[in-house]
């Protein structure tokens, strides 16, 4: 079997205020945002085969929004945003990749929220926030694929 062509969009530095893509979405499987100044997870509802996307270094709060890509994401990338939590992710049924490192990130309750049984995620970076408590901790019990946890350089 042929594997079918990889479609990606860079839209790096171009002081976009929201998530746009000049073609149809429908076949993006990688979008890269980094650099903007991109307030919400919004219009990826049309993107049907988005694996990987960075959505770094922009002015974020919340991943509600998310959930639109839940099905397909591996890879996601909210590194240097305003996150306040991990939110939104009772959908990330593939997500494998979580970097969300230099928020302001307090709790991790919303990591609880990843499916429980068979929960893929792996890699979780969450250095640079706010993040005190050792018992914020316990949110990550379920998380039995976790193989790196990022908390300090």
Avoid: W
Avoid at 89 to 109: D, G, K, T, Y
Wanted: glycine share 8%.
């Amino acid at each position: 079997l042929a594997m079918p062509p990889c479609k990606q969009v860079y839209r790096i530095g171009q002081n976009l205020s929201s998530i746009g893509f000049e073609e149809d979405p429908e076949d993006v499987t990688a979008a890269n945002f980094h650099g903007n100044r991109i307030r919400a997870i919004e219009g990826l509802s049309r993107c049907f085969a988005l694996r990987v996307l960075n959505l770094s270094s922009n002015v974020i709060q919340s991943m509600a929004g998310i959930a639109a890509v839940g099905n397909t994401l591996v890879t996601l990338d909210l590194s240097s945003n305003s996150l306040e939590g991990l939110g939104d992710l009772q959908h990330m049924i593939v997500l494998e990749e979580l970097l969300v490192p230099f928020n302001r990130i307090a709790s991790l309750q919303g990591a609880a929220a990843l499916p429980p049984s068979g929960s893929r995620l792996r890699h979780l970076d969450l250095r640079g926030n706010l993040v005190a408590q050792e018992q914020e901790l316990q949110f990550l019990t379920g998380l039995g694929a976790l193989r790196e946890l990022r908390l300090c350089d």
